[in-house]
């Protein structure tokens, strides 16, 4: 495990161990499950640095607040990542130590938090039976 502390070339510093924006735990770049660590294990806070994954091309360095969990194509999961200074969103890949409590934290906290009341959603219709029909259905089906 490689770690530099005084390159400033662009080229070699995702190997560089960072502090976390956000409760400056040491980071290690290198993790179970990812080419390019760029949030933290405990907290899933990120740093503005990266254009795409790991190049370090952008000038921001803004804290990138984990805002959501979304579900990627063979049911790996990513962070969508909101940059606090500028607003870029980004989504990355889930490590493989990364905090399991707060990435279902993360996840649930839009059902947590719902912009209508969960205890008033109507059943779910069901096709076949005849008491749930949908009411646009039930028009069209009366004779
Ligand atoms: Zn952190
Ligand atoms: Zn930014």
């Known amino acids: 495990m490689r770690h530099r502390t005084n390159r400033k070339s662009r080229s070699g510093d995702q190997c560089q161990w960072f502090h976390c924006v956000r409760c400056n735990q040491p980071v290690s770049p290198e993790a179970a499950g990812t ?3 760029n949030h933290c294990p405990w907290c899933l806070w990120s740093k503005h640095v990266d254009d795409v994954p790991g190049d370090r091309a952008a000038d921001c360095g803004g804290a990138m607040e984990p805002i959501a ?23 990355n890949r889930i490590a493989g130590d990364d905090n399991e409590l707060a990435l279902v934290s993360l996840a649930v906290r839009a059902i947590s938090q719902p912009p209508f009341p969960l205890d008033r959603l109507p059943p779910t219709a069901d096709p076949t039976d005849e008491r749930w029909p949908h009411p646009v259905e039930r028009l069209a089906n009366r004779q």
């Open 35 to 37: 080419a390019h660590r």
């Open 69 to 91: 969990v979304w579900v990627r194509r063979g049911s790996d999961w990513a962070i969508v990542h909101q940059c606090r200074s500028c607003g870029e969103l980004h989504s």
